[in-house]
Every structure is written in C-alpha cells, then in structure tokens.
C-alpha cells in the first residue's frame, strides 16, 4: 500500500488589489516625496511598472523616481515635471493588466493682485456688489469678506451674501453701518494645510438720501445649465438687491420639491441628486414692491457603471467564446478592450464590437489577461477576467468508468464516459473486442454516455470508452454484470384503525441472492428515522426478504 501527495499552486494572471486614486499635492509642503499605490495577487507574483501621460516612466538609479513593491514614489515632486496622469502596469507569466489612470495635480494659492482697489460710493438705501477677482488656484477656494480689519469678517445675513462661486459681496440694501473698508477673504484647503489670502481694500462710502423702495432685481444667478453628477450635492445661489430686502422662495417646475432640499434664502442644495433632481429651477425674490424670478436647469449626468463584467474563463482550444460587458452612465460610456494591457481590434478570427469580444476559433496564444475598458468625460472603469485556452490529450485519471457495474436484467443501465479533454474528444465504446454502434438496445450519446436497455445475461462483459482528440488518446474500462432485479412481492396496503392501537404493514421484496436487500419507509415521502421515533416506529421483522 502506498500513498502519493502532490501539492500545486494554481498560477493565476494578476488582479488588482490596491490601485493608484486622484492626487493633489499641496506646493510648498513640507512633505517631501508622493506616493501611488498600486499593488496586485499573481501567482507568480506580479512585476510592476508605470507610465505617465501614455509614457514608460523609466527607472533609472539618481532618478526622483523609485519602485518601492509596486508603488511609485516621487522624489522632491515638481509641477512641471510630475503634474500628469499615471497608470500601473502588472505583469506575471500568465499575462498584464493595467490600473486605471490616477491624475497628480498639485494644489497652489497664490496671492491677490498688489494693485489699490478703486472705491464706491452708492446711494444708501440701494444694493451694491462688490468683485472679489481672486488670484490663481487650484482646486476651489472659500470666500468671506473683512470689514474694515481682521478679524471683523460679515455675517451672511439675509441682507448680504458672499458667492462661494465667485467671492462677490453682495449687499441687497445698503445702510450707514456698511460704511467702511472692505477685503476678499478667500482659503484654500488641500488635506490639512489650509492657506489664506486676502484682497487690498475698497473704500465704500454712502450719500445720505431718503431710501426710497424699489422692487427686486436679482443679481448673483446660477447658470442656466448646471451640470451634476448622480449622487453629488448640487448647490444653486440666487440673490437680489431690492429695498426692503426681498425674500428668495425656490421651486421647480417639473416637479415637487424634494425631501433632499435643505438650506433655503440665497442657497439651495440638494443632497445626493438624482435623476429625479433633474428638471428647470425657479428662483423668486420679492418685496413689497415686486418680484423678478429667474430660471435655469439641473442636468444630471453619471460616471460609468457595471451592468455586466468578464469573469475568468476556461475554454478548449479550437471552440468559439463570446464574452460581454455593458455599463450604464451618461454620456452612455464607450467600451474597448485590452488584452495584456494593449488595445484589442477586430483582426482574422477576433471581432470586437462595443461591448462584445467574439473569438471564432481560440487558439493556444489567445491565452493571457482581458479588460474591459467602459468610459465618458466623467470617469473610466476597468473589468479584468483571464482566458486560459486548454489543449489535453484525454485523461480519464478524474473520471474513469465506473469499475463494476451492477445492472437489473431486462432493466436499464447508463455508463457515462467523461474523460478531461481539450478539444472535446471523440467518443467509441467497445464490448470486448466488438464496436458498439447505436442498434434499438444500444445508444451513445453525443457526450459520449453509454445506454443499454431490456438488459440480458448475454451483456456481461467489459465494456471500453475509447476517447481521442489531436492531443492524444486514452481509455477506461468497466465490467457490466446482470443481477435479478429486486421486485416488491407484497406491498403495504392502506388501513382504519383506532387512535391508540397498533398496526402493522407488511413489505416483502424478492432480489438477487448475491445482493444485499435493505428497506426504508417513508412517511408523506419523508423518510421514517426509526432510532428517533422513540418506539412509535418499530421494524417487525428481521428475515431479509421482508422489511415489516
């Protein structure tokens, strides 16, 4: 007696485990290196490089650049050197795939322009907007407004209003407590490093009339289109000068308002937008003494979605494979594929329409790493499967024929025959020395199954499955012997009996003398647990051909 243990490691394409995610990278920070992390399980283990704006990064020693496993780490970065996309490219034996792309920005506040800033002088009693015109940046900045001095900064307050979107002040009607200096506050805020600047100061000065009413006129609009992605939180401004201060109502036109409104006066936010969200909005402002209104649209737009991916597949070299993928989103995304990390056209038995990949005839180099490629102006995401194209010689090491076959006379037997073959092989079956060919008592089936049928002692005998492709041959044997069939002689049959008495049903069976016989009961076809039952069910004979 001996015993054999075999241990292997399937080896596997890489897939992405950790991938590089958008950077913004403060100027002037005292952290002195960028990190992209990029990491994937292979077997075997996955080799890793980069590429910048499409370009090979290479990795020379004195680089700023450095392999550290598979993350990329920038030395000392520099804007006009590092500012770019990145993507990370991993590769093993089986195959290459690429990350999706991560953009490097680097975030920069400059300060406001030295030039004096020219005075103004209003009416009081009438609106007036100060421009706060902030310095370059990168990403959006927040804005208050000074008073005078720090930190004397103004409340938003219904009469004045400071656009988020363009740092403007508004004051909707203008009293003798505004006289005064004013600054455009305006921060930026990149992870935890927060930087300020603020504006020269503009003089405004009031001429003492009676303030008279007038009705309002807005004057800080939100566009007339407004772009938004599902899920986001979409914000509107709307704000008048008007005397009295007028009051801003909102509502849309195409529909109810929603309970993911929140904020009101000059803002409105939606939370987590919608389809639904989408449609013409209506600011109001009024006062006693009119209103005026103003409209524009909510157009809400998506990032692409899996609606359905690749997944790892196994095929036989020479056979057909049709694989798909589909994504929602709007702009409705575009879809190309990559195999190996390069991109994938139709070209002899390969056809590539949208979302479908066809292979006519799969060939042993068609093996290696698939993606799927779906992308709009919003975003792009990746599907990886791995197609490994098998071609075996038969071998029935897995499957061989069932050693003994046991089968009732004038009965039925199926022998299946199901060696691990690639391509699918080709399927003969032999009584002996006799080729078996399809007769009204013998059937092979197109998966290589052997049925006999109203079987008989003269189909004793072994029986061989011959299976045969390009790669080989191989066969298994099996040795078919006939047995009386087992018939019951004496059935149950059906009873009254009173709640508490006994009762016994009778069961007798006849069967092959070289078979062992078992009986089981059922009850409402589940089956009867005797040892369970607590004596309720009893077993009232032991002779082997009755089961009472």
Request: net charge neutral.
């Amino acid at each position: 007696v001996w015993c054999q243990a075999q241990s292997s490691t399937r080896n596997y394409g890489p897939v992405f485990e950790e991938q590089p995610v958008h950077t913004l990278f403060p100027e002037g920070s005292e952290e002195e290196k960028v990190t992209m992390a990029c990491r994937a399980r292979a077997s075997p283990p996955a080799t890793y490089r980069w590429k910048m704006n499409g370009t090979e990064i290479k990795m020379e020693p004195d680089s700023r650049y450095r392999l550290v496993a598979g993350d990329l780490v920038i030395s000392n970065p520099v804007k006009a050197k590092d500012a770019g996309s990145y993507q990370c490219v991993a590769s093993n034996s089986r195959g290459t795939v690429v990350s999706r792309e991560a953009s490097l920005r680097f975030g920069f506040l400059q300060e406001f322009s030295a030039e004096e800033r020219d005075p103004v002088k209003i009416t009081e009693g009438w609106g007036v907007m100060f421009a706060c015109s902030p310095p370059p940046h990168y990403p959006g900045l927040s804005y208050r407004w000074l008073l005078n001095e720090f930190p004397n900064f103004i409340p938003a307050d219904g009469r004045r209003f400071v656009s988020q979107t363009t740092g403007n002040l508004y004051i909707a009607k203008t009293e003798a407590s505004d006289l005064g200096n004013y600054s455009c506050f305006a921060t930026s805020h990149i992870d935890f490093i927060t930087k300020s600047v603020f504006s020269k100061f503009s003089r405004l000065s009031l001429a003492a009339e009676d303030a008279r009413q007038y009705a309002p006129s807005i004057k800080a609009r939100f566009p007339a289109d407004t772009y938004a992605l599902a899920g986001q939180m979409v914000t509107l401004e709307c704000f008048a000068f008007g005397n009295p201060v007028p009051r801003i109502k909102w509502r849309k036109l195409d529909g109810s308002q929603s309970s993911k409104w929140i904020g009101s006066e000059p803002l409105l936010q939606i939370q987590e937008v919608g389809f639904e969200d989408e449609g013409t909005y209506e600011c109001e402002a009024e006062n006693i003494k009119g209103r005026d209104t103003y409209q524009g649209r909510i157009i809400i737009q998506a990032q692409p979605e899996w609606l359905e991916v690749i997944t790892d597949t196994e095929a036989d070299i020479g056979s057909a494979l049709r694989w798909s993928c589909a994504a929602a989103g709007k702009p409705r995304p575009s879809v190309r594929w990559l195999r190996d990390g390069q991109p994938l056209s139709s070209q002899n038995r390969i056809e590539v329409s949208g979302g479908e990949l066809r292979f006519s005839k799969l060939v042993l180099e068609d093996s290696g790493m698939y993606q799927c490629v779906a992308e709009n102006k919003h975003g792009t995401v990746y599907a990886s499967a791995e197609l490994t194209v098998q071609a075996l010689a038969p071998d029935f090491r897995l499957n061989p024929v069932k050693r003994l076959i046991p089968a009732a006379r004038s009965g039925k037997v199926i022998i299946p025959c199901q060696p691990r073959a690639a391509p699918k092989a080709t399927v003969l079956w032999t009584k002996g020395t006799e080729l078996l060919t399809n007769n009204s008592r013998v059937t092979i089936t197109t998966d290589g199954t052997l049925i006999l049928q109203n079987i008989s002692k003269s189909d004793e005998g072994k029986y061989t499955c011959f299976a045969e492709n390009f790669m080989g041959k191989a066969n298994s044997t099996g040795i078919l012997s006939v047995r009386d069939a087992t018939k019951i002689t004496l059935a149950p049959s059906s009873a009254d009996i009173n709640v508490g008495e006994n009762l016994t049903l009778q069961c007798h069976a006849s069967h092959d003398p070289t078979m062992d016989l078992t009986f089981t009961w059922s009850l409402d076809d589940f089956p009867i647990d005797f040892d369970k039952s607590e004596g309720h069910y009893q077993r009232a004979s032991l002779v082997s051909t009755k089961g009472n």
